[in-house]
């Protein structure tokens, strides 16, 4: 099994700082990109960052200079957001591009992690 695990999320004010993690383990052997998406209720899941192997990151126009994404090794990312808005509420979940052994590449989710931003 591929395994994604995320942390950090949680209730913060607005304005205020979050920090998430995500470590992949289990079956999978590489990865090209771990990243961010996110889903607020009655809304379409929306990519919030990127980051590839290589170290190059992309980043959602509505988040771009408030959020940083960054690689702590080969299956660990992390999310640093600050100067969170309400409308950052949403789940937020860990994908990640990479391959068993032997296998095909393909994208892995992670369960989510609730962030709600509100005074």
């Known amino acids: 099994q591929v395994q994604l695990v995320e942390s950090g999320g949680g209730l913060v004010q607005p304005g205020e700082s979050l920090r998430l993690s995500c470590t992949a383990s289990g079956s999978i052997s590489s990865i090209n990109v771990m990243g961010w998406y996110r889903q607020a209720p009655e809304k379409e899941r929306e990519l919030v960052a990127t980051?590839?192997?290589?170290?190059?990151v992309n980043y959602s126009d509505s988040v771009k200079g408030r959020f940083t994404i960054s690689r702590g090794n080969a299956k660990n990312t992390v999310l640093q957001m600050n100067s969170l808005k309400p409308e950052d509420t949403a789940v937020y979940y860990c994908?990640?591009?990479?391959?068993?052994?032997?296998?095909?590449?393909?994208?892995?989710w992670g369960q989510g992690t609730q962030v709600t931003v509100s005074s």
């Open positions: 980051i590839t192997n290589s170290g190059v």
């Open positions: 994908k990640v591009n990479g391959r068993r052994v032997a296998g095909p590449l393909s994208d892995f």
